[in-house]
């Protein structure tokens, strides 16, 4: 099923849309952003641009063109899209946690609440900061998803996307120099991270949209750099996600036009709705991963 403009507007209708993450997650603002206003999907060239000053009615409000673009850990970028009854914003993150996240859970606990935060961090985690880098990501998944469950209400759906496929060949951004020897492993890596995040998630209670299942037999809309995707597929995420949003709070799409006679199917992954308590068993299961203090 393909979400239509009529029924992305409807269903966020007055909610405050976060998204955080890497390059990935920002073309998922992208076309989240473009759905609300209009039946088209992205361009290449609009896929490809970061930064830029406005996209589509947007405001970029924070680092992109504002400051410096570069390809560093410290690259920052926050755009906001505002309507009369739709607000939703992106933050660039390198980084599961950080005194950067840090900020921006500050920003939730002493501004707006967000109705739905749709989230990831993994590729630059398990490639930037430490080749040995399972002990410190799993701690800080720890430690973001505890603390968002304190500064979030319950009511908040949050969706943690699990990273998508890698490409054997790849290069990207974030792939500098110094780590491309470690290129082709970054799949595998991403494969075991993503284990143990959605694993992780769902024992706190939140979201899990397996994207890297998803899109595990759609390779053909992989552009040729093995990491981005192309419209088609931002289509389908946006898709999957307002399926996801729209089961979890319990009520259907609005029907359109000749899908009025269609079933509504959700194709969504494991899901733990916000009222629900975080899975003890789960919890108890990866506490011994859990870092002395936490």
């Known amino acids: ?61 924070e680092g992109g063109s504002l400051e410096t673009l570069t390809n560093g850990t410290g690259y920052r970028e926050v755009r906001q899209f505002k309507s009369d009854h739709h607000l939703v914003r992106f933050y660039f993150v390198t980084r599961v946690y950080s005194p950067y996240m840090r900020s921006i859970l500050d920003d939730f606990r002493n501004g707006l609440k967000p109705d739905v935060i749709i989230f990831n961090s993994c590729v ?11 002990a410190k ?18 009511e908040t759906l949050a969706i943690w996307n699990l990273t998508m496929p890698l490409g054997e060949r790849i290069r990207g951004g974030f792939l500098v120099p110094e780590i491309e020897h470690r290129a082709p492993q970054l799949r595998y890596d991403v494969i075991e991270a993503n284990f143990f995040s959605g694993t992780l998630a769902g024992a706190y209670g939140l979201d899990v949209l397996d994207l890297h299942f998803q899109f595990r037999f759609s390779l053909q809309h992989r552009t040729r ?33 000749e899908e009025e ?34």
């Open 124 to 134: 630059w985690d398990i490639s930037r900061y430490n080749s040995r880098w399972l």
């Open 225 to 257: 750099d093995g990491v981005h995707w192309n419209a088609v597929a931002h289509r389908h995420i946006t898709s999957l996600l307002l399926e996801h949003s729209a089961e979890a709070w319990g009520v259907a799409l609005p029907v359109v036009g």
């Open 1 to 61: 099923m393909c979400v239509s403009h009529l029924q992305a507007s409807q269903l966020l209708h007055n909610k405050f849309v976060v998204v955080l993450g890497d390059s990935i997650q920002r073309s998922v603002y992208k076309d989240l952003v473009l759905l609300l206003q209009k039946e088209k999907f992205l361009s290449k060239r609009q896929l490809k641009r970061k930064g830029e000053a406005c996209f589509e009615q947007d405001c970029l409000l």
């Open 137 to 154: 990501y799993r701690e800080n998944l720890h430690t973001l998803f505890s603390e968002l469950r304190e500064v979030v209400p319950p």
């Open 261 to 294: 006679d269609r079933p509504h199917t959700h194709t969504h992954a494991h899901c733990n709705n916000g009222e629900q308590s975080p899975d003890t068993s789960l919890l108890l299961a990866i506490e011994n991963t859990k870092p002395a203090g936490k």
